[in-house]
């Protein structure tokens, strides 16, 4: 089956710095979701974008989708210790909130002390 | 509200030996999922229940595994019999109807090794 390609796939960084991610497809997808996935834990949602164009922030989190409709991207700004996890994005062909979910490859986020 | 629950939490077993988790969905959730999320890669979806019918079965290799939700609440997913390359952490998944576009639920998920 199908997997979003994440970029970059790693990122080591020092506290209070920002972060950019992105998520690219082969397909067009209506709506975009960005989560975040602790150690043991299963992925948790952060963000949702439903029109291409669209921002939208959650704290010191903001998602953007992607023009085309083909991509997304995830910046956290003054990165904090609990920022640490994997985050993955997902796609959604429609609208329907029932619809199956493609995640991306995930980008895994570590903080350099 | 109480979250998507999921038991066992981890389960080591050997190849050829039967294996089978449980799920119980958020109260009131029609929909329920199974992903399998193998190390170092995004969740894939296994199978997709709409109350006690199956939605999308087309990535679940019903050579060997099989899901029920016989009542549309509970569901159990069986790996019999269990190869190495079934090594993953199974998550199980919960969303309200196809009217809320958020995304769903996830439980914390099953960590199966097979030996």
């Known amino acids: 089956g199908q997997q979003l390609n994440q970029s970059p796939q790693s990122m080591f960084i020092q506290e209070g710095e920002d972060v950019s991610m992105n998520c690219t497809s082969s397909s067009i997808f209506n709506t975009w979701l960005w989560y975040k996935q602790d150690p043991g834990e299963g992925p948790v949602l952060l963000i949702a974008?439903?029109?291409?164009?669209e921002l939208t922030s959650n704290g010191r989190l903001t998602a953007q989708f992607g023009i085309t409709r083909k991509d997304s991207f995830l910046n956290i700004s003054a990165s904090i210790p609990s920022d640490v996890g994997i985050y993955f994005c997902?796609?959604?062909?429609?609208?329907?909130?029932?619809?199956?979910?493609?995640f991306g490859t995930g980008t895994r986020l570590t903080i350099i002390p | 509200e109480a979250g998507v629950a999921q038991s066992p939490r981890y389960k080591i077993i050997e190849k050829r030996q039967s294996v089978a988790f449980w799920c119980n969905p958020i109260?009131?959730?029609?929909?329920l999922y199974w992903y399998q999320q193998i190390l170092g890669q995004g969740p894939k979806l296994l199978i997709q229940f709409q109350n006690n019918g199956v939605v999308d079965d087309s990535q679940l290799p019903k050579d060997r595994f099989s899901a029920e939700r016989l009542k549309g609440v509970d569901s159990t997913l069986k790996i019999q019999p269990a190869k190495l390359e079934d090594s993953a952490v199974y998550l199980c998944a919960s969303s309200f109807d196809r009217n809320n576009n958020y995304g769903y639920t996830f439980g914390s998920g099953t960590r199966l090794t097979v030996v």
């Open positions: 109260s009131g959730h029609a929909t």
């Open positions: 997902a796609g959604r062909r429609s609208n329907f909130g029932n619809e199956k979910l493609t």
């Open positions: 974008l439903y029109k291409a164009g």
